[in-house]
């Protein structure tokens, strides 16, 4: 991926990360998808009063990303309110695979801009998808 589609990925991702409802947390988290046709679609964490309700940034952005009829993600980043990298929860990482190849770049980003890259198919090894259910 070229530095102007990765800076543009970060931008969205922490822009949607202002936007973060998570009173319960205090953990603000942000991400942003890049589609097989270049979209970028971001999206932040949903807190409920009713906790287990609350939806992680990365669901946010595939939901956005769907909403607006997209289908394949090449990439995604995911924005941590600190200095520490926030790997995808484990609900999340099933999420991505549903919609992306194991080489996917999965990129996340510090609040001071540091960047750490791997792939889906390390997050997710012998993930099960579409293709399992015969
Ligand atoms: N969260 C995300 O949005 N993405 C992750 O990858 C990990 C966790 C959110 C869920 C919850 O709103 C808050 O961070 C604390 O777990």
Redesign the pocket.
Known sequence: MDKKTLDALISTAKDAQKH?H?P??G?H?G?AVLTSSSEILGG????SAAYPL??????SAIGNMVTQGHKRITAIV?ASPNDDF????GG?RQKIVEFATDDVPVIMVTQQDETHTTTIGELMPHAFRASDIK
């Open positions: 973060s998570a319960y947390s953990f988290v991400a932040c964490n949903v807190e609350g939806q992680c940034a990365e669901a995911i926030c790997f995808p929860c999340c």
